[in-house]
């Protein structure tokens, strides 16, 4: 892994200059470790809109000219520019952070990896919640079992907009919520199931709903995950809720104060349960807790870490695996809609991405999957 003199100020070039972009360049300017930040936008109008905030900075329409002079690049743009902005930094040596998601396909994403693994250089991607410091609590309750058995996990990103032109909502915003969910559990899904429609826009799906499948069967039985997705609900809505045997804990990226409020509440089955006179479950209500969250901005949690491993060498928290992880899930989820059945990661993982389950599973485990495991050949997301 390259490494750069301690001694040294960091130069880095931020590509795309437009929401995230400008965001990224707030919190370079303020780190103490960033000699220079430099603005990269094709679009001039855009450019000089957030140059006239730092006058001081460099700027370009084109990413190539000011790579000799850069240590590295944060790549915001739209994702389908993702691999190519990216491979190019790569290619020069950059150490590179790539907005969610890594890329628009597991094969890109592959791609990015293993070009920084030949370049030794970082690659990062900006899973900003992954930083957040309540996601992180919610990770210690659930880790820490203070939940119990964790029974499932709802996510709900809503809001009215904002509507995106090259993606639908499902790669805009579930990113997000894959990203949590996998953080939290300290897992990535085995399938994933999706359904997405188009009703303002006329050409991407702007509701949606996900099941991530955390175990090998998909019966009720195994740890699953439920995201809503929506540019067109009249509520703005980040909430995440995981259900436990023994408490219940909601995270409200809304919320002012309470983001992380752990529940006492619970249902249990009453010790007579073959009397059918007595109701089916007893219910428990308990205490509420609002645990401490601190008040750190995660997308500058973030962008510090990725200093920090420019010039230590470290593996980034959220590296190429870890984007590529939810990229996966993406892409299935993508095919799931398509063909209305829950997708395997290990099917996009295969030969052609056409391949059926394996016949070496186990057999509990092939009777669950059957349902997927008689579906027709899967047709190769790569080839649309």
Known sequence: ??????????????????????????????????????????????????????RTAPCSTALRPVLPGVDAVIVATPPSTH???????????????????LAPTAAGARRLIAAAADAGVVLMVGHTFEYNPAVRKLRELVQGQQLGELFYVDSARL?????????????????HDISIINHVLGRTPVAVQAWAARHAHRRFEDVA??????????????????????????????????????????YDDLAAEERIRVLD???????DGDNLTQPPMSYRYGDIVVPFVSPDEPLGVQDRHF??????????????AN??????????AELSRRVGRPVLIEELRASGHRTAPSASRSSHTQGSLRLVAASAAVPDPEAR
Not at 83 to 101: S, T
Not at 219 to 240: E, T
Not at 323 to 332: D, F, I, K, R
């Open 323 to 332: 984007g590529l992880a939810v990229v996966e899930a993406l892409e299935a």
């Open 265 to 271: 509440k619970g249902v249990s089955l009453p010790p």
């Open 209 to 250: 709903y996900l099941r991530l499948f955390y175990d090998d069967f998909f019966d009720g039985r195994g740890l699953s995950a439920n995201i809503h997705v929506s540019w067109l609900d009249p509520c703005k809505v980040r909430r995440l809720t995981a259900v436990g045997s023994k408490k219940m804990a909601v």
């Open 1 to 54: 892994m390259l490494r750069l003199p301690e001694q040294s100020g960091l130069r880095i070039a931020v590509v795309g200059c437009g929401y995230w972009g400008s965001k990224h360049v707030r919190v370079l300017q303020a780190i103490d470790e960033v000699e220079e930040v430099v603005l990269v936008d094709s679009t001039e109008s855009r450019l000089l809109s957030l140059a006239r905030s730092y």
């Open 307 to 320: 200093i920090d491993c420019i010039t230590s060498g470290a593996a980034p928290l959220t590296d190429g």
């Open 159 to 175: 809001n009215l907009g904002l509507y995106q032109n090259d993606v639908n909502v499902i790669i805009d915003l579930a990113p």
């Open 83 to 101: 691999v190519a902005v990216a491979l190019e930094a790569i290619h020069a040596g950059k150490h590179v952070l790539i907005e969610k998601p």
